[in-house]
């Protein structure tokens, strides 16, 4: 059937009339038709047609021609009564229209390299006319919705007030509400991130740690004995990928796994009672290397490589923790039954065969394990757990810990044992909301910021706009240590990526005008990862996206401290300190928005090849 609108709700049917008009030759003059507007709510659409085989007969077209036979070029429009307008095509440069008392006169060029066509006149009722109300308030609502979010979910359809006296009101009224930060809340894409990094921290990373590392550490752990540590009761995880690993005979029955380092058999991973390929086969004694096909739970999947090259999943799968109290180089800790422990949910990935990840346990309570007193969490990477009243055993992961640095609430310490400082320097953003402390670490005050003549130890120290802490107890999506994504074997350039489309698609968040708004602002200040240092990382840039989403200007009710107290709280005057953190974003001045982004390091390395802005002080 010919149906020239694309759009499921309009019917050939519909077509109130089929109207031909003069032919067109591929030579010769323009032709100039004289056209009455469109009725109220009816649209007419003006076509150039030209047959494109033999079957497409210009004489006898009608309503129930085949499509596939002819070439419809849109020429002009008119819809709702308005006048005669241009519509996206080839005439749409070249055509001239002149109206007057609803009607228009369409001088049309003839354009060259055409084969000889007509023109066709075809008058569409609008569909909406043949629905109820309810179905035409949905309908609006959602166009409304696909114009100001990056599209509508049925829940915000449903949730529509379709009770108001006026939609254009009640639509005035979501779009200021959308403007005001204290009805919506704002989604800081960088706060985002980093409340769902929960990654184990690789071992090439954890710098500090190995005596053959020479780079400075910069991420701390969870401790062991802290609510929220993170436990495995099974043996590989996605940090094993790669690993080369000995499988020994062990004296007492069964095989010992080893970890390997420089070809040398090491830590101790668990004793296993066979060892065999998916088919049964004894594997025995060897060296073997960990493969990327892999499951993280008790049982799942672990392909391995033996000293063939071949590639075999482990019979019985991901084996559970088991070993000796006197095994060498791990640390033992007892904890406490199991009902103290809450399993995380799992996520899959459809790498392969849908692997299953990051199955663990954490603990709910801080534990007083007379260990936990000396414990030294950066020597010990080795850490086995004996749960209470049960022969379980779980490994410890050494999984990350963010500390809040925020504008309004800047570390006093600058990041305890670690060995860069945590606290950005002052500056023009943050100046106002930075802090006396006497807390600071020594990574902090080998560090040149402002002098104060106190007569005791202490630093000014300041936040950084959306630098929060972690979720201890959330999903394991983000990494922050690793430089690719070991789960998705992905670069962790895609991870920026990932929270604009969580935050933009899932439906979850609430401020979708300001995200919109924000990345057509992304659009005109761009910056190009080709350009800039540390391109492969991902807060960085989120930090400098959220420019465009949330400037923050920090009010200083009281201007000055008391000097004497030297503490994160203390205040000037003994008096109590008192922020009110404007937020401005999207929908601030552009001045604004041009001075964040001429002082954002990230611009910095954009245009300036020599690095002089370095992205690694945000």
């Known amino acids: 059937m010919l149906n020239v609108i694309e759009d499921p709700r309009v019917t050939s049917n519909r077509v109130s009339s089929f109207s031909f008009l003069p032919s067109s030759s591929s030579t010769g003059d323009a032709t100039s038709l004289t056209l009455s507007n469109s009725e109220a709510s009816s649209l007419c659409m003006l076509f150039r047609v030209t047959a494109v085989s033999e079957a497409g007969d210009l004489s006898s077209l009608n309503k129930a021609s085949n499509l596939a036979d002819f070439h419809m070029a849109p020429v002009a429009r008119s819809y709702d009564g308005k006048?005669?307008?241009?519509?996206?095509?080839?005439?749409?440069?070249?055509?001239?229209?002149?109206?007057?008392?609803?009607?228009?006169?369409?001088n049309i060029p003839a354009l060259p390299n055409l084969k000889d066509g007509r023109f066709v006149?075809?008058?569409?009722?609008?569909?909406?006319?043949?629905?109820?109300?309810?179905?035409?308030?949905?309908?609006?609502?959602?166009?409304?919705?696909?114009?100001?979010?990056?599209?509508?979910?049925?829940?915000?359809?449903?949730?529509?007030?379709?009770?108001?006296?006026?939609?254009?009101?009640?639509?005035?009224?979501?779009?200021?509400?959308?403007?005001?930060?204290?009805?919506?809340?704002?989604?800081s894409h960088r706060e985002f991130f980093r409340k769902r990094v929960n990654g184990e921290l690789e071992r090439e990373e954890e710098a500090g740690i190995s005596s053959s590392s020479s780079r400075k550490q910069m991420f701390k752990v969870r401790n062991p004995c802290d609510a929220g540590s993170r436990w495995t009761t099974y043996t590989f995880?996605?940090?094993?990928?790669?690993?080369?690993?000995?499988?020994?005979?062990?004296?007492?029955?069964?095989?010992?796994?080893?970890?390997?380092?420089?070809?040398?058999?090491?830590?101790?991973?668990?004793?296993?009672?066979?060892?065999?390929?998916?088919?049964?086969?004894?594997?025995?004694?060897?060296?073997?290397?960990?493969?990327?096909?892999?499951?993280?739970?008790?049982?799942?999947?672990?392909?391995?490589?033996?000293?063939?090259?071949?590639d075999t999943y482990i019979l019985g799968g991901n084996p559970p923790v088991n070993l000796p109290a006197d095994t060498a180089n791990v640390t033992?800790?007892?904890?406490?039954?199991?009902?103290?422990?809450?399993?995380?949910?799992?996520?899959?990935?459809?790498?392969?065969?849908?692997?299953?990840?990051?199955?663990?346990?954490?603990?709910?309570?801080?534990?007083?394990?007379?260990?936990?007193?000396?414990?030294?969490v950066k020597h010990s990477l080795h850490v086995i757990g004996n749960i209470a009243n049960s022969n379980v055993q779980v490994r410890y992961g050494r999984y990350l810990e963010f500390e809040d640095n925020t504008l309004s609430n800047p570390s006093p310490s600058g990041g305890i044992d670690l060995e860069v400082c945590s606290n950005p320097l002052m500056d023009w953003k943050n100046a106002e909301s930075c802090r006396i402390s006497s807390e600071v670490s020594s990574a902090c005050t080998t560090r040149e910021k402002e002098n104060l003549d106190t007569g005791t130890s202490a630093m000014v120290v300041c936040g950084s706009p959306s630098e929060v802490s972690n979720d201890p107890y959330g999903?394991?999506?983000?990494?922050?240590?690793?430089?690719?994504?070991?789960?998705?074997?992905?670069?962790?350039?895609?991870?920026?990526?990932?929270?604009?489309?969580?935050?933009?698609m899932s439906g979850e968040t609430e401020d979708q005008l300001r995200q919109k708004v924000a990345w057509a602002l992304?659009?005109?200040?761009?910056?190009?990862?080709?350009?800039?240092?540390?391109?492969?990382?991902?807060?960085?840039?989120?930090?400098?996206?959220?420019?465009?989403?949330?400037?923050?200007?920090?009010?200083?009710?009281?201007?000055?401290?008391?000097?004497?107290?030297?503490?994160?709280?203390?205040?000037?005057?003994n008096t109590q300190i008192t922020f009110s953190l404007q937020q401005k974003n999207a929908f601030t001045n552009y001045f604004d928005i041009l001075k964040e982004v001429s002082f954002s390091p990230m611009m910095g390395g954009e245009l300036n090849d020599a690095y002089i802005y370095r992205s690694d002080l945000i």
Request: glycine content about 4%.
């Open 121 to 187: 006149l075809l008058p569409l009722e609008n569909p909406l006319l043949h629905e109820s109300a309810e179905y035409v308030a949905r309908a609006s609502v959602s166009r409304f919705f696909q114009r100001n979010t990056f599209g509508p979910t049925l829940a915000m359809i449903d949730d529509w007030n379709y009770g108001a006296a006026s939609m254009a009101s009640e639509m005035a009224s979501w779009v200021k509400n959308q403007i005001n930060a204290t009805v919506t809340s704002i989604t």
């Open 475 to 504: 999903q394991s999506i983000f990494s922050a240590a690793r430089t690719t994504d070991l789960k998705s074997k992905e670069d962790t350039k895609t991870q920026r990526e990932s929270v604009w489309s969580m935050i933009a």
């Open 332 to 376: 033992f800790i007892d904890l406490p039954t199991l009902d103290n422990f809450v399993q995380t949910p799992t996520i899959t990935f459809k790498k392969y065969n849908d692997e299953i990840y990051d199955e663990t346990l954490y603990l709910e309570t801080d534990l007083t394990e007379s260990l936990c007193s000396d414990f030294d």
């Open 522 to 573: 992304s659009q005109i200040l761009v910056i190009s990862p080709g350009q800039i240092e540390n391109y492969e990382q991902s807060e960085i840039y989120l930090h400098y996206y959220d420019i465009f989403v949330k400037v923050r200007q920090v009010e200083l009710m009281y201007k000055y401290c008391n000097l004497s107290a030297f503490h994160f709280t203390c205040l000037i005057y």
């Open 237 to 310: 995880s996605t940090d094993d990928y790669d690993r080369y690993i000995d499988v020994s005979v062990h004296p007492d029955g069964g095989y010992l796994i080893r970890e390997m380092e420089g070809g040398i058999a090491t830590v101790a991973r668990t004793i296993v009672s066979e060892w065999k390929d998916e088919e049964g086969n004894d594997l025995g004694a060897g060296t073997f290397k960990v493969e990327d096909k892999m499951d993280e739970f008790l049982g799942g999947r672990v392909e391995v490589e033996d000293s063939t090259g071949r």
């Open 83 to 106: 006048d005669w307008q241009r519509t996206a095509g080839a005439y749409a440069q070249d055509l001239e229209i002149s109206c007057a008392s609803a009607e228009c006169i369409l």
